[in-house]
């Protein structure tokens, strides 16, 4: 009876666990060794620390680059050839995705992220994550959404591979970050 309660409890410790929320400023880490959500919440932390809006420049994907998969690192490098291209062919106009938020459903970026932790199976290679975003603004929440953060394992490490937009406002990105990275 003893061994049934601590199984219990342990699974109830397990599902209550909770991801902490990354702000601008702040970040506080709650999460076990090789959880997903920690690599996604050191992401997010990094990505707000660079202040990135739009592609981000070669020391911002610098920095970015142990969080995110090679796959998605590529593809971030190619859309910044491409806008490169575009600048040079039509230097007058705005390039794309020159200033939206990449990262987040809302072109403005969020203010805050919350990852919550989930048990992931032994020997898993890929989970899928809920990011609850918040927009504030002089002080006040004016926005709230999830999008989808799917991890893969590589390495032995948990690593971001692609954004599922899920902001359900007319103007919200829709689709995946990799289809947003490979637009033309």
């Not at 909770?18 to 999460?31: D, I, L, M, P, R």
């Not at 020391?59 to 490169?84: C, D, G, M, N, V």
């Amino acid at each position: 009876m003893k061994s049934w309660l601590s199984i219990i409890y342990g699974v109830l410790v397990t599902f209550s666990l909770a991801g902490c929320v990354v702000t601008e400023t702040t970040v506080s880490h709650h999460y076990g060794s090789n959880d997903p959500a920690m690599a996604a919440q050191k992401f997010y932390s990094q990505y707000f620390a660079s202040g990135s809006t739009g592609l981000p420049t070669d020391s911002q994907l610098a920095t970015f680059k142990p969080y995110i998969s090679a796959e998605l690192y590529q593809s971030l490098e190619h859309a910044k050839k491409r806008q490169l291209d575009e600048i040079k062919q039509h230097p007058d106009e705005k390039p794309s995705l020159v200033d939206s938020d990449l990262f987040s459903s809302l072109f403005e970026g969020p203010s805050s992220v919350d990852i919550p932790s989930i048990p992931v199976l032994p020997g898993a290679n890929n989970v899928t994550l809920q990011a609850n975003f918040t927009r504030t603004e002089q002080g006040k929440d004016i926005l709230h959404w999830t999008d989808e953060i799917k991890m893969v394992k590589q390495n032995d490490s948990w690593v971001i591979d692609d954004l599922v937009y899920k902001g359900n406002w007319e103007f919200a990105a829709k689709s995946t970050l990799r289809k947003a990275l490979s637009s033309e």
